[in-house]
T-cell receptor, first 115, second 116 residues
């Protein structure tokens, strides 16, 4: 039972490089999210999606882009990486609105360092 | 706007002692509240959730939380701490998004240390 799978788990980038964090879920969840976690700051929402083809900004979207071409996949792209994007990134998903309490299911995270 | 505040970024208890992690919420509507646990280098795992049914909610690993509207609190407790409980704990509240759907807004976390 895979749940939410994130790749890569670790990555080091140089300033100005670009990369994509991959996220896939096998629970047929409509809703997917990207959060970043910084020490002492909790988790901040970057982008979310309520279904294939629909995405919207969260609290901290600057420097990131997303796409949602399928129900399963929700990649997060970093353009022109900056040291401020050094963080741990979590992808999460949840069941459709109207089912469940809204709890999220998380991947194991992708630890990104920008030097 | 709905939010949660966790009091105490670090809590230390002895093995076998009571665990009490504090969370207060702010919400203009009846909240849905959650506690998650994060072990080192892992993702967040749901411990328990409050959805306006019973005010005392039991979760996994012997944890429970009580919703107190008068105190706007949702504190997490466990009668007897175990070494394996050492982790970071996050309180969260469900927030309805203007674009449809909802998200969870998290507190800043409480690191629990369990000592022999």
């Amino acid at each position: 039972n895979a749940g939410v799978t994130q790749t890569p788990k670790f990555r080091i980038l140089k300033i100005g490089q670009s990369m994509t964090l991959q996220c896939t879920q096998d629970m047929n969840h409509n809703y997917m999210y990207w959060y970043r976690q910084d020490p002492g700051m909790g988790l901040k929402l970057i982008y979310y999606s309520v279904g294939a083809g629909i995405t919207d900004k969260g609290e901290v979207p600057n420097g990131y882009n997303v796409s949602r071409s399928t129900t399963e996949d929700f990649p997060l792209r970093l353009e022109l990486a900056a040291p401020s994007q050094t963080s741990v990134y979590f992808c999460a998903s949840r069941m459709s609105s109207g089912t469940g309490a809204g709890e999220l299911f998380f991947g194991e995270g992708s630890r990104l360092t920008v030097l | 706007a709905q939010s949660v505040t966790q009091l105490g970024s670090h809590v230390s208890v002895s093995e076998g002692a009571l665990v009490l992690l504090r969370c207060n919420y702010s919400s203009s509507v009846p909240p849905y509240l959650f506690w998650y646990v994060q072990y080192p280098n892992q993702g967040l795992q749901l411990l328990l959730k409050y959805t306006s049914a019973a005010t005392l909610v039991k979760g996994i690993n012997g944890f429970e939380a009580e919703f107190k509207k008068s105190e706007t609190s949702f504190h997490l407790t466990k009668p007897s701490a175990h070494m394996s409980d050492a982790a970071e704990y996050f309180c969260a509240v469900r927030v309805i998004l203007t674009g449809g759907g909802n998200k969870l807004t998290f507190g800043t976390g409480t690191q629990l240390k369990v000592e022999l």
